[in-house]
């Protein structure tokens, strides 16, 4: 089980393209313009919708006013992932 680790702070810094800081310190940037949005995330397909991402500080992600969320513990692997391999694109399929 991977360890959960609080996201700190969001950014949205381009379409579909957002800047993230944990509890632990680390911090990247994830690209998710080639992500299909489906379902709860459907409205994310938009740039304007997707620039709505807030920090929801008790549970220690990022939402939408849809009500979409990510798993925290999954956008640190991501931007963990990242790190480790600089040329590996900034979100993974």
Avoid: K
């Amino acid at each position: 089980m991977e360890e959960i680790v609080y996201v700190v702070d969001v950014r949205c810094v381009g379409d579909h393209l957002l800047r993230l800081a944990f509890e632990d310190g680390r911090s990247g940037e994830l690209d998710f313009s080639r992500e299909e949005w489906r379902g709860v995330f459907e409205p994310l397909r938009n740039p304007d919708f997707f620039s709505r991402v807030e920090l929801d500080e008790e549970l220690g992600t990022i939402v939408w006013p849809s009500g979409a969320d990510f798993a925290p513990e999954t956008l640190h692997r991501m931007v963990v992932e990242q790190q480790q391999d600089p040329n590996a694109p900034s979100r993974r399929d």
